[in-house]
Nanobody
Framework: VELVESGGGLVQYGGSLRLSCTVS????????VGWFREAPGKGREGVSC????????YYAEAMKGRFTISRDNAKNTMSLQMNSLKPEDTAVYYC???????????WGQGTQVTVSS
């Protein structure tokens, strides 16, 4: 299983970015993809996640109303639309794949998001 993130970059305060996570090497749709982020000097925190099979979503409180997670099953790609970005959103963003009933967890390599004030 391989996860590849894309879409990070530098954006100004209040701007938007769209991150994508493409999953390959997994034949079932029964899995979830989550987005996490890690800022300098801080631990990794959960941002949002989506169930690929039924589209159920979850958001961390600080991201509700600003971030939207979605899926394109045909492309095995999960996206995170980030609006109204703030400097405190600056971090490396990672996607992670998990499967119900399995202890296996797969991570992408991460993509840098920098929000300037």
């Amino acid at each position: 299983v391989e996860l590849v993130e894309s879409g990070g970059g530098l954006v100004q305060y209040g701007g938007s970015l769209r991150l994508s996570c493409t999953v390959s090497g997994f034949t079932s749709d029964d899995y979830a993809v989550g987005w996490f982020r890690e800022a300098p000097g801080k631990g990794r925190e959960g941002v949002s996640c989506i169930s690929v099979i039924d589209g159920k979503t979850y958001y961390a409180e600080a991201m509700k109303g600003r971030f939207t997670i979605s899926r394109d099953n045909a492309k095995n790609t999960m996206s995170l639309q980030m609006n109204s970005l703030k400097p405190e959103d600056t971090a490396v963003y990672y996607c992670r794949q998990t499967t119900p009933g399995s202890l296996m967890v797969y991570w992408g390599q991460g993509t840098q998001v920098t929000v300037s004030s």
